[in-house]
């Protein structure tokens, strides 16, 4: 089972919908989650971290994690076309890395495109 | 202005050569990291650094090396003995391991000719 796994996509929502992305993790130590968005040919910008189980809000994007699923998500209300990107979902993951900290691990990303 | 910063943007080698890749921060962070990636795929772990003077494998080592001397520094190496590498080279440093965010470079992308 792969460490971080998400949907390929592209997933394509209208302009003005809600764009719904997932994450699932197989680390159960796992304490922090991010969510990355990458347009093409660029590096990866954090949008959101979440802690704890339940929602975070900020803005447009809402982030919702329950560690008991291993599953986090992220939430893109009232899509524009600018949101359309990859979005990478990256997990803390002390599977075979050990040490007190672990290491970022990061999914393929699922790929958004938003229609005007 | 704090951040990391990667050269060259582009770089092209010739088979059978070493390169190496430059990542340097200021923002006092503790950890760095190298990731490769692929068109179409996700970001694969090369090397990592918690600490000045340490690090460790990741998932795709092989035919890579690095140094960390200097805090500030992290640079990755690509020999001749990586079959396979074009690819978007990206470096990221975060304050602590996996528990806090990691900030990206503007990446590397290296291709061989």
């Known amino acids: 089972q792969k460490e971080v796994e998400q949907n390929s996509g592209p997933l394509s929502v209208p302009e003005g919908a809600i764009a719904s992305l997932n994450c699932t993790y197989s680390?159960?130590?796992?304490?922090?989650f991010f969510w990355y968005r990458q347009y093409s040919g660029k590096s990866p910008e954090l949008i959101m971290f979440?802690?704890?189980?339940g929602d975070k809000e900020d803005g447009r994007f809402t982030a919702q994690l329950n560690k008991a699923s291993q599953y986090v998500s992220l939430l893109i209300r009232d899509s524009q076309p600018s949101d359309s990107a990859t979005y990478l979902c990256a997990v803390n993951s002390f599977m075979n890395y050990g040490g007190s900290q672990g290491n970022l691990i990061f999914g393929k990303g699922t790929k958004l495109s938003v229609k005007p | 202005d704090g951040g990391i910063t990667q050269s060259p943007k582009y770089l092209f080698r010739k088979e059978g050569q070493n390169v190496t890749l430059s990542c340097e921060q200021n923002l006092n962070h503790d950890a760095m990291y190298w990731y490769r990636q692929d068109p179409g795929q996700g970001l694969r772990l090369i090397y990592y650094?918690?600490?000045?003077?340490?690090?460790q494998k990741g998932d795709i080592a092989e035919g890579y090396s690095v140094s960390r001397e200097k805090k500030e520094s992290f640079p990755l190496t690509v020999t001749s003995a990586q079959k396979n590498p074009t690819a978007f080279y990206l470096c990221?440093?975060?304050?602590?391991?996996?528990?806090?965010?990691?900030?990206f470079g503007q990446g590397t992308r290296l291709t061989v000719v």
């Open positions: 680390d159960r130590g796992s304490q922090s």
């Open positions: 650094s918690q600490i000045v003077n340490d690090f």
């Open positions: 990221a440093s975060s304050a602590t391991g996996g528990n806090t965010e990691a900030f």
């Open positions: 979440i802690y704890s189980n």
